[in-house]
Structures are given as structure tokens and as C-alpha cells.
């Protein structure tokens, strides 16, 4: 069975440094992208940043300047500084990939992990 693993999650104050990681392992044929979402409390989940296995990037707006996404193997990291308020919530990790040649893409996440931000 696939499955992302996250961890680093916890509580920070506001200002801080928080590095997060998530590792796909199981049946792997292929990995494409990974990245991350959000989900304040109270509000949609959103896209915060992806990597795919070329080295591309993509990274959410109101993050930009404060995140880097970076990836090595079947692990993705997500390095978040000047973390704020609305910062806080839970994030979650996710991987397309194929479990087979023949098989088609499929998104698996993570069961999310907890950001905390004080003030």
C-alpha cells in the first residue's frame, strides 16, 4: 500500500521555523509531482506549493519569500520561515504517481499534519 508520511509538523512562535517532510513508500512505478496543501481552521484547503520530479516548482503567493520546496528521492521538504498567524493549520502532503506500468495516475495523501503558530 502507498503511503506519505509526514512529519516536522508542531507549534512555533510567530517568526519562527518550521521544516516539514513527507516520504511516499510502497508499491512505486512512477512518482510525478508532490507538494503540499493547507487547511486553516474554518476555511478551504488551499495550495501551498509542488515540485515535480523535473525540479519544477510551483509555490502559493502569500508564501512566497517564506518557503522554499525542495525534494530528493521519494521525500519532499517544505522549509517555512517567518511563519505568521495565518499560517497555522493543518497541512497535508501528497504524491501522484502509478503503482504500475499500466496503471494511470492517482493522488495519495498524507493524513496531515499540525502547524500551530502563536502570537
Known amino acids: 500500500q502507498v503511503q506519505l508520511v509526514e512529519s516536522g509538523g508542531g507549534a512555533v512562535q510567530a517568526g519562527g521555523s518550521l521544516r516539514l517532510s513527507c516520504t511516499v513508500s510502497g508499491n512505486i512505478f512512477t512518482l510525478g509531482v508532490m507538494g503540499w496543501d493547507r487547511q486553516a481552521p474554518g476555511k478551504q484547503r488551499e495550495f501551498v506549493a509542488s515540485i515535480f520530479s523535473t525540479g519544477a516548482e510551483q509555490i502559493a503567493d502569500f508564501v512566497k519569500g517564506r518557503l522554499t520546496i525542495s525534494r530528493a528521492d521519494n521525500t519532499i521538504y517544505l522549509q517555512m520561515d517567518g511563519l505568521k498567524a495565518e499560517d497555522a493549520g493543518v497541512y497535508y502532503c501528497?504524491?501522484?504517481?502509478?503503482?504500475?506500468?499500466?496503471?494511470?495516475?492517482?493522488?495519495?495523501w498524507g493524513q496531515g499534519i499540525q502547524v500551530t503558530v502563536s502570537s
Open positions: 501528497y504524491g501522484d504517481l502509478k503503482e504500475s506500468r499500466g496503471s494511470t495516475y492517482q493522488v495519495h
